[in-house]
């Protein structure tokens, strides 16, 4: 199994970015994907996560407005795209994947320990 997240890079404050997340040796379509990040000397913090179809997602309360999860399970690709960014956006975001027969309740989707599956993180660096 492997989650590959590329995308990061350096950007304005009020800029976007666009992550991606390619994701192989899983049924695509079975699991609960999501977004964490990790700013450095912190904890690393849940962002988003998306359905098995798509048509559900929910963000913690910071990102909303701003950032668009999203997934292409014909292509077995996970989306992050993040708009008016901030500096207090700056962290590795790492990519997530839970085997779930349903979309849990947003204290499971939360938790770190519901995924069993993680990409690398690609750091996202937004200067003031």
């Known amino acids: 199994v492997q989650l590959q997240a590329s995308g990061g890079g350096l950007v304005q404050a009020g800029g976007s970015l666009r992550l991606s997340c390619i994701v192989s040796?899983?049924?695509?379509?079975?699991?609960?994907l999501a977004w964490f990040r990790q700013p450095s000397g912190k904890e690393r913090e849940f962002v988003t996560s998306i359905s098995k179809s798509g048509q559900s997602t929910y963000y913690v309360d910071s990102v909303k407005g701003r950032f668009t999860v999203s997934r292409d399970n014909a292509k077995n690709t996970l989306y992050l795209q993040m708009n008016n960014l901030k500096p207090e956006d700056t962290a590795d975001y790492f990519c997530a994947a839970a085997f779930a027969a349903r979309y849990s309740g947003s204290h499971t989707l939360k938790s770190k320990s519901f995924y069993g599956y993680w990409g690398q993180g690609t750091q996202v660096t937004v200067s003031s």
């Open positions: 040796g899983l049924p695509f379509g079975s699991y609960v």
